[in-house]
């Protein structure tokens, strides 16, 4: 009987080392051919200049307001995020925290709400930019990305959050604290590098989603200096490129694709670094 237990440990154990290889292969594999055909289509000018009248022919010109777009509205909507998900997650965990079918209800609903694909969300900003009369423009796209990065902040934080140890709670309570001290000063203090963490989550799924954004931000080679004016995006400009005839069109998409992913990549190293940071300052009764 041990002798079989053995075999089943050491079989699970390399289809799990299998398993995890192999999606560290290919994720690997997806960076270094994005970056071999970027990066020698990537240049100064591409990152420092708007498109001139023939980029898409193969004319002069870069990327920068694809960059400048897709930062604007990844910035715009995570601040909104910000503002609607952390006090909804610090209310899940202090106000509701004797509410467990409310708390698990909630929960679901979010973890459905993040599982909603993203032209989803776009389908709904743009029945949204209509009836509100709303051209396709920075602030639609802001909104409608907004809407697609809110749920993961707040479970993203909300699941930071319920590993506190209930204790904390009692000895906030004890002193004398409110429900809503005990959030901001114990909880929120607590889970900071978790909230962190969710921003910086957030942020990179906001800026490289392009199907929230095909809709209702729009796309022009001018930057953007309004609310009211459409604004570019990263995503879109590797699609639009990738679609094109013209060989040298094409390989500046993945000079934008690498762009993108150097972005992304920096997010989540950042992300690693200041959870760490902060969580060793973390409060400690």
Known sequence: MRKIRKIEEKFFKIISQLATYSLVAILGYIIFVIFKNGFSSLSWEMVSEIPSGGYYYGGDGGVLNAIIGSLYIALGATLIAIIIGV?????????????KRSQNTIRYILDALWGIPSIVYGAFGFTLMIYLGLSAS??????TVSFLITPIVIRSFDDVLSTIPRGLYEASFSLGSTRTETAVKVLLKQGFSGFITAVLLAFGRGIGDAASVLFTA?????????LDEPAATLPLAIFFQLGSPIPEVRQRAYAAAAILTLIILIISLSSRFVSRKYQKKALKF
Do not use: C, E, K, V
């Open 138 to 143: 920075l602030l639609a796209g802001i909104l």
């Open 87 to 99: 006090p909804a997650a610090l209310f899940i965990n202090s106000h509701l925290m004797q509410r």
């Open 218 to 226: 729009g796309y022009t080679d001018n930057l953007p200096g309004n």
